[in-house]
């Protein structure tokens, strides 16, 4: 069975860190790409992150030197590390998992967790 769990969510004044953790199960994970999503209430699920089969990694223009994105194969676990945080990156971050190519239209992923609450305060 196909699992994506997010965690390391919480609530973090604007300008500090928090990491996020998307343990993977279920499937042969290094031959997934697996990325990070994010949606804001009244707003789309939007692109943030991903990181591909061979450690390439790929952002959004407006994370671009705020976040990273790193997987750790033998522990079938992908990280963001979010910094400089801002109240606009408030939003359930959802982790996702996809075979080939980096995509980042929500649709072209088989798979998500949950998600995990962010919440930036001014």
């Known amino acids: 069975q196909v699992k994506l769990v997010e965690s390391g969510g919480g609530q973090v004044q604007a300008g500090g860190s928090r990491r996020l953790s998307c343990a993977a199960s279920g499937f042969s994970f290094s031959t997934y790409i697996i990325a990070w999503f994010r949606q804001a209430p009244g707003k789309d699920r939007e692109f943030v992150a991903a990181v591909s089969r061979n450690g390439s990694t790929f952002y959004t223009d407006s994370v671009k030197g705020r976040f990273f994105i790193s997987r750790d194969n033998a522990k079938t676990t992908v990280y963001l590390q979010m910094n400089s945080l801002k109240p606009e990156d408030t939003a359930v971050y959802y982790c996702?998992?996809?075979?080939?190519?980096?995509?980042?239209?929500?649709?072209?992923?088989?798979?998500w967790g949950q998600g995990t609450q962010v919440t930036v305060s001014s």
């Open positions: 996702a998992r996809r075979v080939a190519t980096v995509d980042v239209g929500a649709g072209a992923y088989d798979s």
